[in-house]
């Protein structure tokens, strides 16, 4: 099946819930929570990353996150509540169906970096 653009990010936003940076706060304080900015390199050091949040880049999303893979993270585990976030939604939309698609449970879906920043929340330095 072929699927474009347009499909695939109508397919994740259905799948992937899009919260607020105040949603996001609570969910963080509450605990086994992980964050994933899943922005390019460049982007991150640049702008700085969610307080506490890890950097590993769209495309190397999947392998971080399976088990089977030499390149596992181990901060990835699947009872953990995952929040991914981007430059606009649109890398983490699509990174958070993939993780669904991997039997990730409970994935959300932050949206912008700009937005978590101008909403005044801790950030990260470069």
């Known amino acids: 099946m072929v ?9 994740a936003n259905a799948a992937v ?17 992980l964050v994933v900015d ?23 999303l999947e392998f971080r996150a399976d088990r089977e893979t030499p390149y596992h993270d181990k901060n990835f585990a699947k009872d953990k509540t995952v929040i991914l976030y981007c430059a606009s939604g649109g890398r983490s939309a699509l990174g958070g169906k993939v993780l669904k698609d991997m039997g990730y449970p409970n994935v959300y879906n932050l949206g912008a970096f700009k937005d978590w920043a101008e909403s005044g929340e801790a950030i990260d330095k470069p």
């Open 3 to 11: 699927a474009s653009v347009k499909q695939m990010m109508e397919a």
């Open 17 to 33: 819930p899009r919260i607020t940076p105040a949603q996001a706060k609570e969910m963080i304080a509450k605990g086994n929570t």
């Open 38 to 60: 899943v922005r390019d390199a460049p982007e991150v050091e640049k702008s700085g990353k969610v307080a506490g949040a890890i950097h590993v880049s769209r495309g190397m």
